[in-house]
């Protein structure tokens, strides 16, 4: 008979994952199983803060994959029976030979009193692109010029290291264009982050960073944790007794392994979940493989970019586990773009691969790069259309 693989997740990692298995191997009965209609990525959201797209332009079906021969369930998986092998669903139970689980992220609401998925429909983080990425926008567009926009970053590890740079840029970028008075602060409880001279660089010249009239001020330090939410006031109390009212308050809390990596047991102290790097199978369950954001993949970031990678790299060994043979050894990438302002973008690359042993997964050495500090204004343009040409040609790739 021909063999079973249950997808968990059609996010960027699932959806790419039963794509390329469905090329490696045609004869694989291939189930993906996804709670949502359809999927709104969470690259460019960002550009849906500042009004320079709608989210609408970020959603993607599931008909391409169908016709690719996927059968795709819209039903939430509740449980995973490891010893059986089923996946057991709201629309009923599907067995599997090989599963491969991809659910994102979650949040660790409890690490901020106050905080909550309920008042996050209040106070978005808007970490998962959809219904708070336009509340947070529509915020964003009530809040008068003169405003406070305060955005508290989330600690390592967290889904795409640079995005809530990014995102304080793109509002820096629709305030200097409509409420010109207006700030935005990033309280941080890191003392760095990714690209940070190209960020600071960029701010600097775009943003009068460093300066009284900044329109973005970045606020780090362990003691700027943030510790409590006082949701009526918009405000927030960090590790140092500090407390900053905001106009618009975004406060993307700690991150988890989605739920449904709990719930099958597949995390570790962590709250992430172990995997061999050869094939991404869990080092908790046997033939339960887990890829994207929910592993643990370092030196891999956790970025759509890297989830795709790892997709690709699980689908090529489970393919090759179900016809007896061994994985090959893979190598494994990660760009990402991040935009600015107007015509200013700046990226970084870097390859990785399987180490000899197969045990752990190394950067390719003097692979990769950032752009240049001091690069010319036509480098930067360039680097937008670079963005704009890899968010179509990857969404392709994952989707279609
Ligand atoms: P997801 O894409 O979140 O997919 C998980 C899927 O599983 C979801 O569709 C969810 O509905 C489903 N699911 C979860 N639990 C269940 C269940 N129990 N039953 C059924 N379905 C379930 N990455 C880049 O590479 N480049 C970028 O420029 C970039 N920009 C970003 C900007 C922002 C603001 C943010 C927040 C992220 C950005 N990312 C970017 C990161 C990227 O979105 C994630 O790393 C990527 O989506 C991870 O893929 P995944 O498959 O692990 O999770």
């Known amino acids: 008979a021909n063999a079973n693989v249950v997808i ?212 780090a330090g362990a003691d700027k944790g943030v510790v409590s939410l006082d949701a009526a006031t918009k405000s927030v109390t960090t590790v140092g007794g500090q407390t900053l009212s905001a106009g618009v308050l975004n406060l993307i809390p700690a991150q988890k392994a989605g739920a449904l990596a709990f719930t099958a047991g597949l995390t570790d102290a962590s709250g992430w979940c172990p995997v061999g790097f050869a094939s991404f199978e869990s080092t908790l369950y046997e033939n339960i493989h887990v890829i994207g954001d929910a592993c643990i993949a370092n030196p891999l970031p956790k970025s759509g970019f890297a989830a795709n990678s790892e997709a690709k790299a699980c689908a090529l060994a489970v393919a090759a586990l179900l016809n007896g043979r061994e994985p090959g050894r893979t190598s494994f990438s990660n760009g990402c773009y991040s935009i600015v302002g107007d015509g200013y973008a700046m990226s970084i690359v870097a390859l990785y691969r399987l180490s000899a042993d197969r045990q752990i997964i190394e950067t390719i050495p003097n692979s990769g790069g950032t752009s240049p500090i001091a690069a010319s204004d036509e480098d930067h343009l360039i680097d937008v259309q670079y963005a704009y040409s890899w968010y179509n040609n990857f969404t392709r790739d994952v989707f279609l």
């Not at 994952?17 to 999927?39: F, G, Q, R, V």
């Not at 959201?45 to 795709?72: C, H, M, P, W």
């Not at 994102?104 to 106050?114: C, H, L, M, P």
């Not at 960020?199 to 009284?212: I, R, T």
């Open 8 to 219: 968990v997740g059609g996010g960027t990692g699932g959806a790419t994952a039963a794509k390329y298995l469905k090329l490696a191997d045609p004869s694989i009965n291939i189930t993906l199983i996804e709670k949502n209609p359809s999927y709104y990525t969470c690259y460019m959201s960002n550009e849906v803060l500042s009004g320079e797209r709608t989210l609408d332009s970020l959603q993607f079906g599931y008909d391409a994959l169908k016709k690719r021969g996927i059968t795709v369930v819209q039903a939430e998986v509740t449980a995973i029976d490891a010893t059986a092998r089923v996946v057991k669903t709201t629309a009923g139970n599907f067995s599997y030979d090989r599963c491969i689980v991809a659910p994102g992220i979650d949040y660790r609401y409890e690490t901020v009193a106050g905080y909550s998925a309920t008042v996050a429909e209040q106070i978005p983080h808007a970490w998962k692109a959809g219904p708070q990425t336009t509340l947070l926008r529509s915020q964003l567009e009530a809040m008068p010029n003169g405003g406070t926009f305060v955005l508290v970053a989330p600690p390592n590890p967290y889904r795409c290291p640079p995005a809530p740079y990014e995102r304080a840029s793109q509002v820096a970028n629709y305030f200097k264009k409509y409420k010109p008075n207006s700030k935005v602060i990033i309280l941080d409880p890191k003392t760095s982050f990714t690209k940070q001279p190209l960020f600071e660089e960029a701010w600097m010249k775009l943003y009068g960073y460093g300066s009284n009239n900044a329109l973005i001020e970045w606020v």
